[in-house]
């Protein structure tokens, strides 16, 4: 018999969808992989190199030997975890959420993002965005056939225009996504900052997607919720998750609250994504979020040092350094090295002195106002960062 041969095109159009033609494999991706075959110190993506609490991990083993979440768990996540989540804001933000009603646990923050933009927008609605912004923004707002709007933050303080913001809202704009404590530029936005953004989404009746992943990362001042200013609990989708808080990012752990109509919409769209996720893992979890202050203040307090001692090496290497508020990461400029394109730099990188970081030209629209800025992760073990500050003598 002769082998069987592929079956001819009946078009010419392409495989991927049009909405993601420009969507390639992630810098993340690429970067991550450069460093193992070069094997450099991988400051690009954005993960600590060693696990979180012991109890915690602790806490998932014991959920799996008791046979708590090997199955499917319920769809808007075990009421355990939902209940810890509304704790949570409560605990830190004086935010009362019913974890039945107003809670939903997702497959990490990303997922979270996805389910909210593909729920709540048609195609053809105007999303503006704090731009540099996190790659899967775009990818989502492209999937739900919605148009990003850019409001870029630009050096050296990475600020929002706030009339500029005012002016990019049109008739066509359904939501605002927001990110802060915000990656990559580590801004943090003030209270003031969000008042005025709350004024203007009641203003014009606005809904708003906070990503809110960092918020207990922040270094000098604290953070503030948007859903905690006058109108916008009930506009507003706050979403948070395990993964940075508690070192623990690979087992995607994330959760939203929102009113419960605006929950019941994600939920719609989050059904047909993962479904469920994470079973044990939830319940580990739930234990996590309640552990006392001692451990978020040792948090920031260790990654703050780190940020620091990160942030020296970069100076004394020639760079700007763009000290952060919050994140895992520092932005710095490679112009004062001679450099003019911050991906050749990073391409280049490894080979120079053995590090990888990531060109943050990739989260822009514009690509000239971030063409040479490059982003670092501070979120490593100490002796790593000793390394990393020794091999940037190198430049």
Not at 78 to 85: C, Q
Not at 198 to 217: F, G, I, P, Q, S
Not at 313 to 342: C, H, K, M, N
Request: charged content about 20%; some cysteine; overall charge negative.
């Amino acid at each position: 018999m002769a082998p069987m041969s592929a079956p001819a095109s009946s078009s010419s159009r392409p495989f991927l969808n049009r909405r993601l033609a420009s969507f390639g494999t992630t810098i993340f991706a690429e970067m991550s992989a450069l460093a193992a075959r070069t094997g450099s110190i991988n400051l690009g993506q954005g993960f600590p190199d060693t696990d979180g609490p012991a109890e915690i991990a602790e806490a998932a083993v014991r959920a799996i030997r008791d046979g708590r979440g090997n199955q499917y768990p319920p769809g808007p996540g075990v009421p355990e975890l939902r209940e810890a989540v509304a704790a949570h804001q409560r605990r830190f933000y004086g935010l009362a959420y019913d974890p039945d009603t107003e809670v939903l646990v997702t497959a990490g923050a990303t997922e979270a993002i996805a389910a909210a933009l593909l729920a709540l927008l048609e195609p053809g609605d105007e999303v503006i965005a704090l731009e540099p912004f996190y790659d899967s923004y775009a990818a989502c707002i492209a999937m739900a056939g919605a148009v990003r709007v850019p409001l870029t933050l630009r050096a050296p303080d990475f600020r929002p225009d706030l009339d500029a913001l005012r002016d990019a809202v049109t008739p066509r704009t359904r939501l605002l996504l927001l990110n802060t404590p915000h990656n990559p530029t580590g801004t943090v936005l003030t209270p003031a900052e969000l008042a005025s953004i709350a004024e203007l989404a009641v203003e014009r009746d606005l809904l708003v997607v906070t990503d809110e992943v960092y918020e207990h990362l922040v270094f000098e001042g604290g953070h503030t919720p948007l859903a905690s200013l006058p109108g916008m609990r009930e506009r507003t989708v706050t979403i948070s998750s395990a993964g940075k808080t508690f070192s623990f990012t690979g087992w995607k752990v994330g959760w939203l609250t929102a009113p419960p109509a605006l929950v019941s919409a994600v939920r719609s769209a989050k059904q047909y994504l993962t479904y469920v996720s994470s079973g044990p893992f939830q319940y580990a979890v739930a234990e996590a979020l309640a552990l006392p202050d001692a451990y978020y203040d040792g948090l920031r307090t260790g990654l703050a040092a780190k940020r620091d001692l990160l942030a020296g090496g970069l100076a004394a290497a020639g760079l700007e350094v763009f000290r952060p508020q919050g994140t895992y990461f520092i932005t710095t400029d490679v112009s004062p090295l001679g450099e003019t394109d911050g991906l050749a730099f990073c391409r280049a990188l490894p080979e120079r002195c053995g590090l990888v970081a990531i060109p943050n030209q990739v989260f822009y629209d514009d690509k000239s106002a971030g063409a040479t800025q490059v982003r670092w992760a501070f979120c490593k073990r100490t002796e790593i960062l000793d390394e990393a500050v020794a091999r940037l003598g190198r430049l």
